[in-house]
């Protein structure tokens, strides 16, 4: 019972015993008046004073018995109307919504809302809910989530179903939309967001519009989204003025007037994503002339504790040194923990990254796992990526390639695409724990090629590449290229230079080793490339000197691929003899695929250096795990053969079916020969057959002589012979 209760109920009691008192009292006065025991008093005065005693108990019987009938109306149960009514006016509900449509300050509008919803507001219970949901303006609480909403459920149901209240309608429609303990049903969500936006309900104008836009429950509806918003503009919501604004920003050609007015007008109300795209739009100067420091400025605007997104942009800028910002990268981990801290899912995963890799902080694995779970446990699949990664490589927990390949799956198939790229690459090398597969290769970077990502586009060309098509892997690097793809550039001047598939080109070459440069200047290896075609290119001796100096230079620095290159010119020479051998030790060395594939041949024979086979065998395995096919080529030889070690047939089978599954043609006829002589092996004249089959049709001249000599002899018409 509240105090107006309480005190009508004292107010009934007390007066309808003053009344009864007073109209005792009356009763005993006139009493003495018959008998004349007051007789001074005279008749007149006496009767005046009953009449007067009288009256008051009457006024306060009345006021007893108002104050009994007020308090039993007020013991009857309210009406539905009338809850819902209560519900709506809520002075703390008023509250609520008032901090809700500025978007400035979340954690007070969490704070007037769970008022209201401690005092048993179905409308309030359910805006809990999803706050505690979604972590807006405090932490996620699933379970406290569900038990409100729960609770709301019914009374939301009955309210909009019955009595067609917008308010309840919107609510209920927001549970269908997220699940939240109903089934999700984005068309029935969106039929009651537009019942009650219909309703006059003025917050529901622009999530109406936003689902117009998204196509969410509703057919997309540009128009009517566009409408809906300017209804929610007119009752004074930024988020529509934001949201109309990137509708506009679509096609500037045509729109900017109309974005940089709602984005402005945004602005005015100081809501955080509109300053934070200003600072974008500063910082890109697409829309307004470029300007580091306004943009920075905007960027500092709208940082709140309720928009950690402003916080992780800042923690970007630190961490590349742009927009105004300095490259620090202990300020950039300050911010990302911030705004992780504050719950922006995507600032977590790039903390554990930087916890992991001890950038800019302390490696921690563990703290790493702790971010990565909190993100992964909210649904955010990009910490499937991190997690797989400590799980693949034992980092801050047991090492399990079994959990790291699921996770990393996970990610791949949640949009990832950096997780696609590696598990494609992964499948495309063989790199443990993962077996060679081109064909999951290829599906798995499906997503990234048609979302346009240069490097799914690249690694693609790569996989054609590896199957000897080569007509294919051109258009693919090409069109990667296009999209900003270093390394497929180099794989284009690697094609060129080599004439795989292609006339050989060395001008060609040369500008795609070049291009990739320009596209990645951080990778010295490609300019060291384009100067290395440039030495092949040169007629003068000048130009030759300088080309060279330049891949000199490369292999002084420490580049192994710079120290093959210079073995490759200098084994050309008969008087360098020397200096080529000691740039391909060093490229060994460096664990250079093709140098220790290269030395392992000369140790193997003697050529120039001290015959070690044990040694030689060590390279060519070091030069296959790299990926050079001729090395299991070359340990499939002489496994097979016996003629340098001791023969062991299965080993040497199995090197050369690893190494034709890489892309080596002499494998495949090597086997084609195995399974056809019957000398080491059971003869198998189909397996022959398909081995020179399919080596000849990726190319191998050898397999294709072979196949034209075993093909039987055609009988042959009478006048086959006879010329014209």
């Known amino acids: 019972m509240d105090l107006s209760s309480e005190l009508m109920e004292v107010v009934a009691k007390y007066a309808g015993l003053a009344g009864i008192a007073v109209l005792t009292l009356a009763g005993i006065f006139y009493k003495v008046l018959a008998e004349k025991i007051l007789v001074p008093l005279g008749p007149d005065k006496a009767y005046k004073i009953l009449r007067m005693v009288i009256g008051w108990a ?126 999700k049903d984005e068309k029935h969500a969106a039929k009651l967001i537009r019942l009650s936006a219909e309703g006059g309900y003025s917050r529901s104008f622009g999530i109406l519009a936003s689902l117009y836009e998204a ?19 007119k009752a004074g919501y930024p988020y529509a003025m934001y949201a109309l604004a990137m509708i506009y920003r679509q096609d500037l050609d045509s729109d900017k007037d109309k974005f940089v007015t709602y984005l ?17 739009e500063y910082l890109d100067g697409e829309v307004f002339e470029k300007n580091d420091e ?4 905007y960027l500092e605007k709208s940082q709140s504790d309720d928009f950690p997104e402003a916080y992780n942009e800042i923690g970007r800028r630190y961490a590349a040194g742009y927009g105004g910002y300095p490259l620090e990268a202990e300020k ?31 490696k921690d694995y563990s703290e790493s796992l702790k971010w990565s779970w909190k993100a992964y446990n909210q649904g955010n699949k990009n910490a499937a990526l991190e997690l797989a990664i400590r799980h693949l490589n034992g980092q801050g927990v047991k090492k399990d390639e079994s959990k790291g390949l699921e996770l990393m799956q996970e990610a791949a198939e949640g949009g990832n695409l950096d997780a696609a790229v590696r598990l494609a690459t992964s499948y495309i090398y063989g790199e443990k724990p993962f077996d060679r597969d081109l064909s999951k290769a290829l599906s798995i970077l499906q997503k990234g090629v048609e979302a346009s990502d240069g490097t799914s586009v690249g690694l693609v060309g790569v996989v054609y590449l590896e199957r000897r098509k080569y007509p294919e892997a051109i258009e693919y690097f090409k069109q990667a290229v296009e999209l900003g793809h270093a390394y497929s550039a180099y794989e284009l001047g690697y094609m060129y230079e080599n004439g795989l598939g292609v006339a050989r080109d060395l001008a060609t070459a040369k500008k795609y080793y070049h291009q990739a440069s320009v596209i990645d200047s951080g990778d010295a290896d490609y300019e060291m490339y384009a100067a290395a075609v440039e030495y092949e290119l040169s007629t003068s001796v000048e130009q030759k000197l300088n080309a060279l ?11 192994p691929w710079a120290q093959y290159r210079l073995y490759s010119i200098y084994s050309k020479s008969a008087v360098d003899k020397e200096k080529s051998l000691s740039w391909l030790k060093k490229a060994a060395s460096n664990n250079q695929p093709c140098a220790m594939v290269d030395l392992g041949a000369l140790l193997l024979s003697g050529d120039g250096v001290d015959k070690d086979v044990p040694k030689a065998i060590e390279l060519f395995q070091k030069g296959f795990e790299g990926g050079r096919a001729s090395g299991g080529y070359n340990l499939g030889v002489i496994y097979t053969s016996g003629e340098y070690t001791a023969r062991d047939i299965e080993r ?23 399974y056809g002589d019957g000398l080491l092996v059971k003869v198998n004249v189909l397996k022959s057959k398909e081995y020179l089959l399919e080596a000849a049709t990726a190319g191998n001249e050898e397999a294709t002589k072979l196949l034209v000599e075993s093909a039987p002899a055609k009988i042959q018409s009478c006048t086959a012979s006879v010329g014209p």
């Open 549 to 559: 100096n330049k891949v000199i230079h490369f292999s002084e620095a420490g580049s």
């Open 215 to 233: 196509g969410e429950g509703l057919d997309e509806d540009l128009p009517a989204a566009k409408v809906w918003y300017e209804k929610s503009i």
């Open 332 to 362: 950039a981990v300050y911010f990302y923990k911030r705004a992780a801290e504050l719950g922006d899912l995507d600032a977590m995963v790039v903390l554990a990254s930087c916890l992991a890799s001890g950038w800019g902080t302390k």
């Open 652 to 674: 040497g089978i199995k090197y050369l079916e690893q190494a034709a599954d890489y892309g080596s043609t002499e494998s495949l006829v090597y086997l084609s020969k195995l």
């Open 58 to 183: 009457g006024v306060i019987a009345i006021l007893g018995i108002g104050s009994w009938v007020a308090l039993k109306i007020m013991e009857r149960p309210p009406s539905e109307e009338e809850k819902v009514s209560a519900a709506v006016n809520d002075p703390h509900w008023k509250a609520f919504k008032q901090y809700l449509v500025t978007g400035r300050d979340y954690t007070k509008a969490f704070e007037e809302v769970s008022a209201a919803a401690e005092e048993g507001n179905p409308l309030a219970q359910t805006q809990v809910a999803l706050f505690l949901m979604g972590g807006v303006g405090t932490q996620k609480d699933l379970s406290r989530s569900i038990d409100l909403a729960t609770k709301s459920f019914p009374y939301l149901t009955e309210w909009c179903e019955k009595l067609k209240n917008p308010a309840a309608c919107l609510f209920l429609g927001l549970l269908y939309s997220n699940g939240l303990v109903v089934g």
């Open 264 to 280: 402005s007008m945004a602005e005015g109300t100081g809501y955080p994503p509109a300053l934070l795209q200003l600072s974008k």
């Open 294 to 297: 306004v943009s920075r400025r």
